[in-house]
């Protein structure tokens, strides 16, 4: 009777948690998809995008929403091509149209997602091992979210009070996400919410890495479409260097002659980053091997031509650290093959002829970034030196949470060598490990390394047990060749054209692990992919932790907060050469030391003939401390005692009655600024005596 027992309450309490698991999910995909969709319709308030392009974004949402996976298909394509459609083809710059698509596409996920979930039909199984990958996914975003939130309260306090800066934010992510995304400084008058955006775009790749996985292991025809979709649009970005190229070369009097200079230069043109530009040819060439080797009539004809754009593509672009990936891959390509896993003639000769030719190129044009130019690979390897030291410095000022969200580039100079200085007085890591070490700490470094490696393991794992999947194979080897690039090369993973590619394909790789090619038989030695139990308590738990963590984080940087400093309700500093001063608004607030027991506040309203008495209520911490009515256009000196406080800093508001606006005051003035009064310097003096004049 016993056991019965233990085996009702243990069914029980299976049944109770996956209940709550079921519930934690559908809150969770509506968390999701609620931001999602508002970043989405944000593209459609921009009036700098035209119609024809929204129609466009319009209808990959559509698309997506109908089918996911065919939505996925046009982010694939459309990924490399984003930044020219934005500059060359629209026009629509600031607005990121590489991140629209994405974010179209991501939109109707999200709603076919909850039609599955919260409708009728029923939603497809999740891939068994899949937790392996979500985990960390979930953590990493976590992470992400966590220092987005602690910045936000920094540059709230440093900005605005707290709801007008939420209204500032929300009007930001409903209305203004394609536009311009403000000063990096959270102290500038312009200060704008880049790092909003940064947090978004770090959760956008890690979701397409989860889409790319879910589609590939449900679906086992889907791989070869991706990878056409990707190669596609990896080879029509690569195509347009050729065209850069040869415009530059027939503006030149003589176009033959100036060839040679011509290609001493480095082309690119779908992004301004010639080195992260590399990275995606290197990623996209060995998935159009892969696929060559796989296929054969027209087919391997178009994927060898692709190879050969993508090739030369990477040949005028001329990155070191990109050619050096790509040589050092297809080495390592033959050596799997010489080790008589894959016969050679089922390559087909074209492919080997192409692999021939591929590294004669290979060695030649490496050879002569490296040797012959050595001076400059000299100098560029001392740059990426002191690149990493000066991450490595930031890491270890912070090495649990780190720097916050897309703030390297701002403190960089704080930590980087003199030597870099005044070459780069603020730079990135040039290496997403040590930048997202250095912003999210060891709390995003992990699961960061985590999600790539156990991506990869799977997938070289699945290639262990059929090391004749030449898809795979390529999938791993461009793989391999893009995170060498990640080393030192410049900034793949932080550019939508070359990241988004990266996570699709990653993510395509580790579902095609889980499923044996099409015709094969699954080998009965495979281990079985479970999902461990502790993998959803360690999300749950490290998630905790994140949320828990926020708390004492605002209050550490606070502390480093300069309240004198800060502002709110208050224009910039004016001097007319006598008085320094700021305008209020109607609602003014200045911080003053907590200890400054005495003060003296200069007011003065200098147009009372025109905008009548101006009455002023002066709040100390939200208590009324001082009422007052300015009569005369003279200076006012307020002398007000400070009582003790714990806090460090006191807040003092004014509360001006009535406002008005230059321009319908004052004859030919264009000033529409609301306007209150005069507020001259601060005076601190001891308790108990009138401070000094």
Not at 25 to 38: C, H, K, Q, R, Y
Not at 179 to 188: I, V
């Amino acid at each position: 009777m016993f056991p019965a027992v233990v085996r009702r309450l243990t069914d029980l309490a299976q049944r109770r948690s996956e209940r709550i698991h079921q519930a934690g999910a559908s809150a969770g995909l509506v968390l999701v998809a609620i931001p999602t969709l508002v970043l989405f319709q944000s593209l459609f308030w921009a009036e700098h995008v035209p119609w024809l392009l929204k129609i466009g974004i319009a209808a990959v949402a559509a698309v997506s929403v109908a089918s996911p996976p065919n939505g996925l298909l046009v982010v694939a394509g459309l990924s490399p091509l984003g930044y020219m459609l934005t500059t060359r083809v629209s026009g629509a710059y600031p607005a990121r149209i590489t991140e629209a698509i994405a974010l179209a596409f991501l939109a109707g996920y999200a709603v076919w997602s909850l039609r599955a979930r919260f409708g009728r039909r029923e939603a497809p199984s999740t891939p068994s091992g899949s937790s392996r990958l979500s985990v960390p996914v979930l953590l990493f975003g976590a992470a992400a979210i966590a220092s987005c939130v602690v910045h936000y309260h920094f540059v709230q306090v440093w900005q605005d009070r707290p709801w007008p800066f939420l209204e500032r934010l929300v009007e930001f992510l409903v209305r203004g996400y394609h536009y311009d995304l403000g000063n990096y400084e959270p102290t500038a008058s312009n200060a704008g919410f880049r790092f909003v955006f940064m947090t978004a775009f770090a959760l956008e790749g890690a979701a397409l890495f989860l889409a790319a996985y879910l589609f590939s292991a449900r679906d086992r025809t889907f791989a070869p479409r991706l990878v056409r979709m990707t190669v596609a649009g990896a080879a029509g970005a690569a195509a347009l260097s050729f065209y850069a190229f040869a415009a530059a070369a027939l503006r030149e009097a003589d176009p033959g002659g100036a060839v040679p200079e011509l290609l001493a230069r480095r082309w690119t043109m779908f992004t301004p980053k010639l080195n992260s530009a590399a990275s995606l040819l290197v990623l996209a060439g060995p998935l159009a091997i892969g696929a060559a080797a796989g296929s054969s009539g027209w087919r391997r004809t178009a994927w060898i031509a692709a190879t050969a754009v993508l090739a030369g593509s990477l040949w005028i672009n001329g990155t070191r650290v990109a050619l050096l990936a790509a040589l050092l891959v297809l080495g390592g390509t033959i050596v799997w093959l010489a080790r008589g896993r894959v016969r050679w003639r089922a390559l087909g000769y074209p492919v080997i002829i192409g692999f021939l030719i591929l590294g004669a190129g290979l060695v030649a044009t490496t050879y002569q970034r490296f040797v012959v130019d050595q001076d400059l690979a000299r100098s560029s390897l001392d740059f990426r030196i002191m690149f990493t030291r000066t991450a490595v410095n930031m890491f270890a000022s912070s090495p649990a949470f780190g720097v916050g969200i897309d703030q390297y580039y701002l403190q960089s100079e704080q930590f980087a060598p003199e030597e870099l200085f005044p070459d780069f007085p603020r730079v990135t890591a040039h290496n997403p490990f040590l930048q997202t070490a250095a912003e999210l700490g060891l709390a995003g470094l992990i699961p960061f390394a985590w999600l790539i490696g156990a991506a990869l393991w799977t997938s070289f794992a699945a290639l262990h047990r059929r090391s004749s999947d030449r898809l795979l194979f390529g999938m791993l080897a461009g793989l391999t060749a893009f995170l060498i690039t990640c080393v030192s090369s410049g900034h793949p993973l932080l550019i939508e054209v070359t990241a988004y590619p990266f996570w699709i394909v990653l993510g395509l790789a580790a579902g095609c692990a889980l499923r044996e090619p099409a015709g094969s038989r699954a080998d009965p030695r495979a281990p079985t992919v479970a999902d461990p139990p502790w993998t959803r308590a360690c999300a749950v738990l490290g998630i905790l932790l994140l949320a828990c963590s926020i708390p004492p984080r605002i209050v550490q940087q606070s502390r480093g907060i300069d309240f004198a400093a800060v502002t709110y309700g208050l224009h910039d500093i004016e001097d007319n050469g006598t008085d320094r001063y700021r305008w209020t608004t109607g609602h003014g607030t200045l911080f003053i030391a907590a200890d400054a027991g005495g003060i003296e506040l200069p007011l003065r309203a200098p147009l009372i003939d025109r905008t009548g008495p101006m009455q002023v209520e002066i709040h100390l911490d939200g208590r009324l401390a001082n009422r007052l009515e300015l009569r005369d256009p003279a200076w006012h000196r307020v002398r007000m005692e400070i009582p003790p406080s714990g806090s460090r800093y006191r807040a003092l508001e004014l509360l001006v009655d009535p406002t008005w606006v230059p321009a319908d005051v004052l004859p030919g003035s264009e000033d529409v600024r609301e306007l209150g009064i005069m507020v001259g310097a601060v005076v601190n003096g001891p308790p108990g005596s009138p401070p000094g004049p």
